[in-house]
C-alpha cells in the first residue's frame, strides 16, 4: 500500500474517536448550513489549525513553545511535524464552539411538543458570537490538553511536550491564550463563509436535531475527555475540569432560560 494511504487508515484504526466526532459534525453542519459551507470550514479550519500549530512548535506563537514526540510517525500521519489528526479536530471543536455560541444567544418560545428557536440570519456576523464563541473554544482545552499531556497513560500516547511547563496540571498559560486567539480566527472565518454561502433562511427555525448537534458535539468532547482523566487515576484534575464544567454548564442553561420570548399570539 502507498505511504500516504497505508498513514491515512492508520490515523483511522489508531484515532477512531477523532473521525467519529468528525462524522457529528459532517452531519450536523451539512444539515444546518449546506455541503458547500461545511467543506469550505473543513478545509480552512484545518488550515488555520495546523498554521498554528507548526508556527507554536518553530516560534512559540501563538501557544508558547511545545514541541511534538514524533512516536506514531510511522503508524499514522503527520504533516511537516503536526499530527493530522491534531489539526483535524480543530474543525469539529470549532463548528460546536460556533453552535454553543449561537445557541446561548438565541431567542426562543415553546409551541406544544416543539421548541422553536429564532436564529438570526446566518449571514450577518455577530461580534458577540465571535468572541463567546472563541471564549467556548479555549475552554475545551482546559479539558482537553492536561489529560492529553498524559496521553502515555492512555491510547493518544506521549506526543507532544512543553519547553516550560505551567501550573494549570503542567499547562503553561500562553496554551490557553492561543487557543482563545485561534478561535477568534476559526470563529471570523466560520461567520465570513456564513456570510458569503449560507442561505437565509427566516428568522425563526424549527428546532431539530440540526440545531442541536453542535452543542450535543460540545458536550459529548467534554464528557468523554473527563471520562478519560477519571479512567487515568487523575482525579484531582478530573474533579478540576468537572467543576468548571458544571458551572459552564449552569450558566449556559441560566442563559438559554433568560433568551425564552412569548410565543406568537401571547
Keep these: 500500500m502507498p505511504e500516504i494511504p497505508r498513514l491515512l487508515l492508520g490515523t483511522l484504526l489508531l484515532r477512531p474517536y477523532v473521525f467519529a466526532f468528525l462524522l457529528v459534525f459532517l452531519v450536523g453542519c451539512i444539515r444546518r448550513y449546506g455541503v458547500r459551507v461545511t467543506s469550505l470550514h473543513l478545509i480552512s479550519a484545518y488550515v488555520i489549525a495546523f498554521l498554528s500549530e507548526y508556527s507554536s512548535i518553530h516560534n512559540g506563537f501563538p501557544y508558547g513553545h511545545y514541541y511534538y514526540i514524533a512516536a506514531t510517525a510511522d503508524t499514522e500521519l503527520w504533516v511537516a511535524g503536526v499530527p493530522f489528526m491534531d489539526s483535524l479536530s480543530y474543525v469539529f471543536l470549532s463548528f460546536a464552539a460556533y453552535r ?17 428557536l429564532i436564529m438570526d440570519d446566518p449571514r450577518r456576523i455577530s461580534l458577540e458570537t465571535i468572541v463567546s464563541g472563541a471564549l467556548l473554544f479555549a475552554f475545551l482545552d482546559v479539558v482537553i490538553d492536561p489529560v492529553a499531556f498524559v496521553g502515555d497513560r492512555w491510547f493518544l500516547g506521549k506526543i507532544y511536550g512543553y519547553r516550560h511547563e505551567g501550573l494549570y496540571f503542567h499547562i503553561p498559560w500562553t496554551n490557553f491564550a492561543g487557543w482563545f486567539l485561534v478561535g477568534l480566527a476559526l470563529m471570523t472565518s466560520l461567520s465570513l463563509l456564513l ?5 437565509k433562511e427566516g428568522e425563526t ?10 452543542p450535543l458535539l460540545y458536550w459529548m468532547v467534554i464528557a468523554g475527555n473527563l471520562g478519560i ?3 487515568v487515576g487523575e482525579r484531582l484534575l478530573g474533579l478540576t ?9 449552569a450558566w449556559s442553561l441560566r442563559r438559554i432560560s433568560r433568551n425564552r420570548v412569548p410565543a406568537p399570539g401571547h
Design 229 to 231: 482523566t477519571f479512567w
Design 195 to 199: 456570510r458569503r454561502y449560507a442561505s
Design 205 to 214: 427555525v424549527r428546532g431539530n436535531l440540526s440545531e442541536f448537534t453542535g
Design 241 to 249: 475540569g468537572s467543576a468548571l464544567s458544571g458551572l459552564l454548564l
Design 100 to 116: 454553543m455560541a449561537v445557541l446561548l444567544k438565541s431567542p426562543w418560545h415553546r409551541t406544544g411538543r416543539y421548541s422553536i
